[in-house]
């Protein structure tokens, strides 16, 4: 159903609050009328609203490009997403954001890319490129970046920071928002940050914390990805911010775009019985208006972005348009697949056992990082070292495991420390998506499996591996060590295998795995993480001596 084209239904009005029959026109892509009709003339009683949006996500997260995400996507509902190329940026540069680009609009979606303010994130690690505020102006003068990326170097923009606050400076001179990332921060400093000119937060994990900034004047995105998940302490706040909140993913794996989206989102929020207009102000209005989008909301001369969904309670998903174009019917999408190009930034050789060894120096306490199921927050505790043979060793009994980043770009010593909370009773994983810098991350049982795996990355330059005593598997992430440029479904499929692998062969006791993984060398989110140059309190933002 392309082109010219009417269809009934009971259309959602988000904008009057009202439900009624009505017949959409369409013509040329644009919705040309919206016709009240007599119910008898109803073909089927679905409902007609507004596409979903995906007010922040990191499109490399889902491990596929941009033209196969949007094919999983649209089957869910959703139209247009807020894209921040952030982590291809850390390892290819304009290049990589150039690549996002031009691979997204090689398909009938709306991607909406920001540019990156943090590249690299910190100067606490290695990353395989830096933009300084000339070429993050220069991103912003295009039309195709809607926005300024989560600034996440909150401490720069406190402190006044010249390269922080020029990138901010060039965002408002060309009528672009700014995105913010600033987890845990309240009261006169959080007001300072948000005085900056920094409209929205997604890093938000208490109602408390995000009612302080909505107090300010900042827009809430709640965010429910495959690790951070902070719907549940949010979602309340949608009773009385209707306007201040956004929906949003930010890190969404294969395995689960596969099974919803959006969607699922709107579904869990009428069942903690919100009104269902303000729930659709926050999956479908409020980031068109936010971000100046151009993407339509179900009026006469708008574009024919829209959906059909079974009701306003499962929020099942029977029909996606896109600019008039039908992209997904009854489950299946509409979008073929076509295998994209590849860049990448990986140079770096083979590993050896000896890498990872830590020797005992005497200590009669370590610092182990505690990972958090479902939050990308860490606790910092203390725990009296396994030695064996003058080597400090995991310790599987208390699920004190060794965690490695290995530097991706160049050769360099492994940064080594212990983590509590993966589970794993014997074998190892590893990861080359590691925010931000996306070095190699690793967590094993021992040190022969923790290098097999490694090394498993490091072969098919990027990529996320397991390994046991007698299995082995890896997903090939090609594109920048972070995506994979097979078609979408086979590499949820393949992901769905090796996420299975690590949890019912090695143990994990963690819901995403490989996601957990991936944000332990995020030094921007307290409290404590490892780069590839060492431990680091996030708290301080130093170096643990």
Not at 159 to 167: H, P
Not at 300 to 306: K, L, S, T
């Amino acid at each position: 159903m392309n082109g010219d084209f009417s269809i009934t239904g009971q259309l959602v009005d988000v904008h009057q609050q009202t439900v009624y029959p009505a017949e959409v026109v369409v013509q040329n892509g644009k919705i040309t009328s919206i016709s009240k009709i007599p119910d008898s003339q109803l073909l089927t009683h679905d409902y007609i609203l507004p596409g979903f949006i995906d007010s922040h996500v990191h499109i490399e997260s889902s491990m596929l490009v941009p033209s196969e995400f949007a094919r999983l996507a649209v089957v869910h509902g959703t139209v247009a997403t807020i894209s921040d190329p952030h982590e291809i940026a850390n390892v290819c540069g304009i290049e990589g954001v150039e690549f996002m680009i031009g691979n997204g609009k090689t398909v009938p979606f709306k991607f909406n890319f920001g540019a990156p303010s943090c590249v690299p994130a910190t100067i606490f690690e290695t990353a395989g490129a830096y933009l300084d505020s000339t070429a993050v102006e220069k991103l912003l003068q295009r039309n195709e970046i809607k926005y300024l990326s989560e600034m996440m170097n909150f401490p720069g923009v406190l402190f006044k920071d010249e390269e922080v606050m020029k990138k901010i400076a060039a965002a408002h001179r060309l009528g672009k928002p700014v995105d913010g990332h600033a987890p845990g921060l309240r009261g006169e400093k959080a007001k300072q940050y948000i005085d900056a000119g920094i409209y929205t937060d997604h890093e938000c994990f208490t109602a408390e914390e995000a009612l302080d900034k909505l107090n300010y004047g900042m827009k809430i995105l709640i965010r429910e990805g495959s690790a951070a998940k902070n719907f549940e302490a949010l979602i309340d706040l949608l009773h009385e911010y209707p306007d201040m909140i956004m929906f949003c993913s930010d890190d969404k794996h294969p395995d689960s775009l596969v099974l919803g989206h959006i969607n699922q989102l709107c579904a869990r929020a009428v069942a903690k019985g919100i009104d269902v207009f303000k729930i659709l102000k926050a999956a479908c209005v409020n980031p068109v208006h936010h971000y100046k989008l151009e993407v339509g909301l179900l009026r006469e001369g708008d574009a024919a972005d829209f959906i059909v969904v079974k009701d306003l309670k499962n929020f099942d998903v029977i029909k996606t348009f896109i600019n008039g174009e039908l992209v997904a019917e009854d489950g299946k999408s509409n979008i073929k697949t076509t295998k994209s190009g590849i860049v990448n930034n990986f140079s770096c050789i083979k590993k050896v056992v000896e890498d990872f060894v830590v020797k005992w120096k005497g200590e009669k306490e370590i610092d182990v990082i505690e990972a958090l199921d479902g939050q990308l927050i860490t606790n910092k505790l203390s725990f009296e070292p396994k030695i064996e043979n003058d080597k400090i060793v995991s310790d599987v009994e208390k699920d004190i495991l060794k965690i490695v980043v290995v530097n991706r770009y160049n050769n360099a010593p492994v940064a080594k420390a212990f983590i509590k909370n993966f589970g794993l009773k014997k074998g190892a994983m590893a990861s080359s998506v590691a925010h931000d810098s996306h070095n190699i991350v690793a967590v094993g049982v021992d040190d022969e499996s923790i290098c097999k795996a490694i090394n498993l990355v490091i072969e098919k330059e990027g990529g996320v591996s397991a390994v046991s005593n007698n299995k082995a598997m890896i997903v090939a992430l090609p594109v920048a060590g972070l995506m994979s440029n097979e078609d979408g479904y086979t590499v949820a499929a393949d992901y769905t295998a090796i996420d299975k692998m690590t949890k019912e062969e090695l143990g994990s006791t963690l819901g995403s795995p490989f996601m957990t993984l991936s944000f332990m060398a995020l030094l921007v989110i307290p409290h404590l993480k490892l780069s590839d140059k060492g431990l680091f309190d996030g708290d301080s933002f130093t170096f643990v001596q």
